[in-house]
């Protein structure tokens, strides 16, 4: 149930913040760290767009503490092949993440 929990978060809404935290949450406990920064990402991107500045600080904060828990798994931090990368951000578009 857990992850059809999580499937259906990740196809969610990026209007619902609590949701996203939620997620965000879940995904710290399965030690999913790269996940979890692509979901603080989403709650920066949602706060920028809506101009809240709480969650744009809370989101960057979160987002900069997991970027040093990631390191070199980040494929946002670092240098890829041009076209994997494209298909790779394709099939996060087809998710919503």
Partial sequence: MHDEAIADLLGGDDNDPAALRIL???HAEDG???AQLAVWRRLAARAEATQDAALLREARLRVRALVMLVGPADPAARPVEPEPFRRFLAILAKRGG
Avoid: E, H, M, N
């Fill in 32 to 34: 999913q760290v790269p």
């Fill in 24 to 26: 965000a949450g879940w």
